[in-house]
C-alpha cells in the first residue's frame, strides 16, 4: 500500500505540470493581431539606393557582413545571406539571419537598390528529464524521472528587426564598402 501511495505522489506533480502546458495564455490572443500593427509607411523603409551596379551593391553588403564576423551561406547574382550567433546569456542563444537583394535601377543599370531584412531567432535551453518506468500489475506503468536530462536549444522567439538604426548602421558599412573597394580599382 505504501508502495501504491509512493508512485501516485511521483506521478502527481507530473501530471499537473502536463495540464499547465496546455493551458491559454493572454499573449495567444494578440498574436493574431501582429498584421495590424504594419504601418507600411514609406519613411520606414529597409532599403538604401547606392551609386553602383547590382554586383558591386552585393559584394559591398557581403564585405559589410564578413566584416562583423557573419558567415555567408550564400553570394550570388544580386542575392547576399549570412548569420551569426550570439549567447548573451548562459542558457539563450540568439541568432541574426541578414537577407539581401540587390536590385538595378535607371536606364543602364548604374545604381542599385539594395533590400535588406534581419531576422532574430531565439533560443531557450531546455532540460528534458529522462524517465524510467516502472510495471506494476495493480496500476500499469508508471514512469519516474531519473537524474540525468537530455538539454536541447528550444526556439523561443523569432521577429524581423524592425527599421531605424539598426540597418542605418548597416547601410553606412556597405557605403564604406563601396568606396574602399572602388579606390582599390
Known amino acids: 500500500m505504501f508502495r501504491l501511495y509512493l508512485l501516485a505522489a511521483l506521478a ?3 501530471l499537473l505540470l502536463t495540464g499547465c502546458n496546455s493551458l491559454p495564455t493572454a499573449s495567444s490572443d494578440k498574436v493574431g493581431k501582429v498584421y495590424q500593427r504594419e504601418s507600411f509607411a514609406a519613411e520606414e523603409t529597409y532599403s538604401r539606393l547606392f ?3 547590382v554586383d558591386a ?4 553588403a557581403r564585405r559589410a557582413l564578413l566584416s562583423q564576423g ?3 551561406s550564400k553570394a550570388e547574382a544580386g542575392v547576399v545571406r549570412g548569420a551569426k550567433h550570439f549567447q548573451p546569456e548562459g542558457e539563450v542563444h540568439v541568432e541574426i539571419a541578414f537577407n539581401v537583394v540587390c536590385v538595378g535601377d535607371g536606364p543602364k543599370q548604374q545604381i542599385a537598390t539594395a533590400y535588406v531584412s534581419a531576422q532574430q531567432d531565439r533560443y531557450a535551453l531546455k532540460r528534458n528529464p529522462q524517465a524510467a518506468s516502472l510495471g506494476v500489475s495493480a496500476l500499469g506503468s508508471i514512469s519516474v524521472p531519473l537524474s540525468s536530462t537530455q538539454d536541447s536549444l528550444v526556439k523561443v522567439a523569432s521577429e524581423t528587426i524592425p527599421a531605424g538604426e539598426f540597418y ?3 547601410f553606412t558599412l556597405m557605403q564604406r564598402m563601396l568606396r574602399e573597394n572602388a579606390a582599390d580599382r
Open 12 to 14: 502527481l506533480p507530473s
Open 57 to 60: 551593391t552585393c559584394e559591398a
Open 51 to 53: 551609386d553602383a551596379n
Open 70 to 72: 557573419y558567415v555567408i
Open 168 to 170: 542605418d548602421r548597416f
